[in-house]
């Protein structure tokens, strides 16, 4: 079965930076587009970086463009989030997500995304 497992997270000041890390298993992960959501207590689940299957491709949020970055090892099945100049405003619970597909459809609500991992918590203090 596919699993994804976010790590990385924690408490971070307003202007550091922090990696996040997210490991899958079970689906051709090379073939897969991935992404990063984000959600806070009492709002829905917002987009924030994706990266398709092929060139390198990637898109962000425009909350986050400019500070974020995606990438992807296939040699280790796993995609990262680098996050430099966090705001308080980034404070939420962040997940990774995999599309057999192997693009982001940002036409679809679920951004074609089959699998999600369980999240994992970013901090940032002013």
């Known amino acids: 079965q596919v699993q994804l497992v976010e790590s990385g997270g924690g408490l971070v000041q307003a202007g550091g930076s922090l990696r996040l890390s997210c490991a899958a298993s079970?689906?051709?992960?090379?073939?897969?587009?991935l992404g990063w959501f984000r959600r806070v207590p009492g709002k829905e689940r917002e987009f924030v970086a994706g990266?398709?299957?092929?060139?390198?491709?990637?898109y962000y949020a425009d909350a986050v463009k400019g500070r974020f970055a995606i990438s992807r090892d296939n040699s280790k099945n796993t995609v990262y989030l680098h996050m430099n100049s966090l705001k308080p405003e980034d404070t939420a619970v962040y997940f990774c997500?995999?599309?057999?597909?192997?693009?982001?459809?940002?036409?679809?609500?679920?951004?074609?995304?089959?699998?999600w991992g369980k999240g994992t918590l970013v901090t940032v203090s002013s």
């Open positions: 079970g689906l051709a992960f090379s073939t897969a587009g």
């Open positions: 997500a995999a599309a057999p597909g192997g693009t982001v459809a940002f036409g679809r609500e679920d951004y074609g995304m089959d699998y």
């Open positions: 990266i398709s299957w092929s060139a390198g491709n990637t």
